[in-house]
T-cell receptor
Framework: DAGVTQSPTHLIKTRGQQVTLRCSPK?????VSWYQQALGQGPQFIFQ???????QRGNFPDRFSGHQFPNYSSELNVNALLLGDSALYLC????????????FGSGTRLTVV | AQTVTQSQPEMSVQEAETVTLSCTYD???????LFWYKQPPSRQMILVIR??????QNATENRFSVNFQKAAKSFSLKISDSQLGDAAMYFC???????????FGTGTRLTIIP
């Protein structure tokens, strides 16, 4: 049973560019959340998707957007990259109503130069 | 808003000994969950233990147990019989019931000394 799969594992982008990160949830899960983890910090909630809609959002600018597909997979898009966007981006999946049983992926390490 | 504070950036313990990691939190909610997650070098957040705030009994999972002091808003993690594989970053987190956002602390790096 595959867990949460994220791609790519690492990438380097130039300031001002756009990036798309991908997440496949654990089998049977229908909800996907995204977190940003800066170096030496705890993860910060970006947003959550359920039924292809953004259900909740953290304190992140509109440069951060997302999408959920009918197969429950999700994308995180970041436009106009800043140096401060360099971080580990974690995806977590869960099953609606399953009492907060989140499963995390291993993340995408984004470096903005 | 919920906040979570971990005041120990680093801890170390001898293999087979017991260590306690501290966590305090602040919330105005009456229904919430508290979690301890482990993040090894593989970067994946792994759930160690979970506590529902309405339950008075402290949660336990094999060698891991918590000391939940609701009035003091304290939620410490005790690891007994420490093993080399326990070495990792440990994050305390809270979640308001009905909300979907985990709020994490800044983490404690645990080193196991052979």
């Amino acid at each position: 049973d595959a867990g949460v799969t994220q791609s790519p594992t690492h990438l380097i982008k130039t300031r001002g560019q756009q990036v798309t990160l991908r997440c496949s949830p654990k089998s049977g899960h229908d909800t996907v959340s995204w977190y940003q983890q800066a170096l030496g910090q705890g993860p910060q909630f970006i947003f959550q998707y359920y039924e292809e809609e953004e259900r909740q959002r953290g304190n992140f600018p509109d440069r951060f957007s997302g999408h959920q597909f009918p197969n429950y997979s999700s994308e995180l898009n970041v436009n106009a990259l800043l140096l401060g966007d360099s971080a580990l981006y974690l995806c977590a999946s869960s099953l609606e109503g399953a009492n907060y049983g989140y499963t995390f992926g291993s993340g995408t390490r984004l470096t903005v130069v | 808003a919920q906040t979570v504070t971990q005041s120990q950036p680093e801890m170390s313990v001898q293999e087979a000994e017991t260590v306690t990691l501290s966590c305090t939190y602040d919330t105005s909610e009456s229904d919430y969950y508290l979690f301890w997650y482990k993040q090894p070098p593989s970067r994946q957040m792994i759930l160690v233990i979970r506590q529902e705030a309405y339950k008075q009994q402290n949660a336990t999972e094999n060698r891991f147990s918590v000391n939940f002091q609701k009035a003091a808003k304290s939620f410490s993690l005790k690891i007994s019989d420490s093993q080399l594989g326990d070495a990792a970053m440990y994050f305390c987190a809270s979640l308001r019931f009905g909300n979907e956002k985990l709020t994490f602390g800044t983490g404690t790096r645990l080193t196991i000394i052979p």
